[in-house]
């Protein structure tokens, strides 16, 4: 195993400890491991995804109004989410 040391500001700090609270790890270099494997690993559905571009679309559903839900159980949105 190879050892890395990165400096990271505070505020990411903070969140990488939340992590780990609401994750019940027993430290901060499990959480970010856990954190880095899941964020490398993710589907290559996602490599060339526009974040800030579907963001703005969601924000202009939004606003004009183009919602769903909320649903009082989960065959509902199930339901919502074939048609």
């Known amino acids: ?4 040391t990165i400096q990271i500001p ?3 700090l903070v969140r990488v400890d939340e992590y780990c609270e609401t994750h ?3 430290s901060r270099d499990e959480a ?3 954190i880095l494997d899941d964020v490398l690993t993710l589907p ?4 060339n995804w526009d974040w800030e ?3 703005a679309e ?3 559903d939004i606003k004009a109004g183009r919602l769903t839900g909320p649903f009082d ?5 199930i339901k919502s989410l074939r048609s």
């Open 1 to 4: 195993m190879t050892t890395l």
């Open 10 to 12: 505070d505020d990411l």
């Open 24 to 26: 019940h790890k027993p």
């Open 32 to 34: 970010v491991k856990e």
């Open 44 to 47: 290559p559905y996602f490599d």
């Open 53 to 55: 571009k579907a963001e």
């Open 58 to 60: 969601a924000d202009e």
């Open 73 to 77: 159980n989960p065959e509902d949105l």
